[in-house]
């Protein structure tokens, strides 16, 4: 089995680094991440400036873009094979709820989707896992290698991918795996505005805002109770239940 594996946390992700080390029990790994941290990059496309991939020392590529332009990347014309499976992450930090909108990780396996292929998002659901080494993500990368060992069983419908989020707790801790729904947020915090050294004004973006919906059947709720959640994600946004209604209101146009 041929794995191309991708992050929006950099090359130098330990994250990045943990999920290779585990795939490469079940075969060839091949790793295009960006060149620095690219978090809430969402699904952007870089067309301004050319990609400049760098193969570092470990056989890692570093891109100077996007999550996206990564996949998109190797996947048209930077990799001389396809890849079985996609598999972006280990995020540091979860990528629950409204995050997967801005998250670049989720991103790049909605990128590997478009593509025609079969991706995976992974994320560590923890408040410090940004600050944690290795060790801090090989239990969650052995859970990735279980769930890969069994797709076979899985049938997914076309444009659609898996959104996995796991609790950062021991593993002996882990109550098992959970489908959920994504729950939602509510108004993120105000910016905060500062001063710089020049007597300009200056803004930082505010944390998200705390969940809205964690009721039961949501990635929250999974994640508080201990479960690692999965979440199926399509990439059709349409909001079908309000087709009929537009289409009436439209008539009045």
Not at 230 to 235: E, G
Request: aromatic residues 6%; proline residues 5%.
């Amino acid at each position: 089995m041929r794995f191309l594996v991708s992050n929006d946390d950099g090359v130098l992700a330990p994250g990045l680094a943990a999920l290779a080390e585990a795939l490469e029990t079940l075969g060839q790994v091949t790793v295009v991440a960006p060149d620095s941290e690219r978090s809430a990059f969402s699904n952007a496309l870089t067309l301004d400036r050319p990609l400049r991939p760098v193969q570092q020392g470990n056989g890692f590529w570093a891109v100077n873009g996007t999550p996206a332009d990564c996949v998109h990347l190797a996947l048209n014309g930077l990799l001389d094979f396809e890849p079985d499976i996609v598999v972006s992450g280990i995020n540091a930090g979860a990528n629950l709820g409204d995050d997967t909108l801005y998250s670049g990780t989720v991103a790049a396996a909605l990128e590997a989707r478009f593509l025609g292929k079969t991706s995976i998002a992974v994320s560590l659901a923890g408040a410090h896992g940004r600050g944690y080494g290795i060790d801090a993500y090989r239990a969650a990368a052995v859970l990735v290698v279980r769930l890969i060992e069994n797709w076979r069983h899985l049938q997914l419908p076309n444009r659609t991918i898996l959104n996995v989020n796991v609790p950062d707790l021991p593993p002996e801790d882990i109550r098992g795996f959970r489908v959920a729904r994504l729950g939602h947020r509510g108004r993120a915090k105000d910016v905060l505005k500062l001063e710089d050294p020049r007597g300009r004004s200056a803004y930082w973006i505010g944390i998200a805002g705390e969940p809205a919906d964690a009721g039961e059947g949501t990635d929250f709720r999974a994640i508080s109770e201990g479960y690692v959640s999965v979440t199926p994600l399509q990439t059709d946004l349409t909001r079908h239940d309000a087709l009929q209604d537009v289409a009436r209101w439209l008539k009045d146009v």
